[in-house]
């Protein structure tokens, strides 16, 4: 029995689903790193005056 | 659950070099088993991606549990951040398993208990998190999520056991059984199994960081946008 195209499809899944949830994270820390620099920036600007 | 930049970036390397040897283990070192041939080695990502949605979906219950006694945010983050990373796992179990199933048992999906429970288990945490996202923030929100969180996990003694007590076409634990601990598999298969799951282990404590670090995050805007809104 040689059913060696399921074990890459299983293969591939597992890491294309690995990959795909790791460059969200990226994404988002991106996003939220961006919005908190935004608003601290803000913040001291207000206090400031 | 929060790691310093120096902590993260080794737990990144840690993690990296295991999976590699991991994935070394499966496709050079171990044999191929005599009756599945080469499809056997998906239970290599099959058991730890079930182990590593089993273990998030521990801590989605403990936290929870942890939340409505203390009443500390910081359990609603973990709870929360483990049940997203639970989801994603549960998600590659429901498709790996199909894709050892058809070549061996000529059908994707049978109706089995073990098999229907973890659909259930799945559709218990997706809406654990659509719940988490259709609600106003606050604490009635992370009180309904955390009696979800504690009443889904009570399914996976249920599948574990589902096995055990009704005829099914899943095969019978091989990891933990009644013999012992391995009793059910030859060393070889059991060492790269094992190599498997601390590489999917070291990855749930991995992402686990990232996304606690990512809800203090959200925290703080929220935290800064009310200061400002207050200002005015």
Known sequence: MDNLGFLFA?????????????????????????????????VDKESKQ | MEETPRESYVLLWLTVVVIFAAMAAIFFFVPTEQTEGPVQRIMYFHIPCAWLAF????????????????????WDIYAHASAEIGVIFCSLVLITGPIWAKPIWGAWWVWDARLTLTLILWLIYVSYLMLRSQTDPGSMRARYAAVLGIVGFLDIPLIHFSVLWWRAFHPQPKVITAQGFGNGLDTSMMGTLL????????????????????????????????EKLYSH
């Open chain 2, 195 to 226: 190599v498997s799951l601390a590489a999917f282990t070291l990855l749930y404590f991995l992402l686990m960081g990232q996304r606690v670090r990512q809800e203090k995050m959200r925290d703080e805007i929220d935290r800064l946008k009310k």
């Open chain 2, 55 to 74: 273990f998030a979906f521990f801590v989605v219950f403990l936290s929870s549990i942890l939340f409505l006694w203390k009443k500390e945010r910081e």
């Open chain 1, 10 to 42: 299983a293969n591939a899944f597992v890491w294309a689903g690995v990959i795909f949830y790791l460059f969200t994270l990226k994404k988002r820390n991106h996003s939220l790193e961006r919005d908190l620099q935004l608003l601290k920036e803000m």
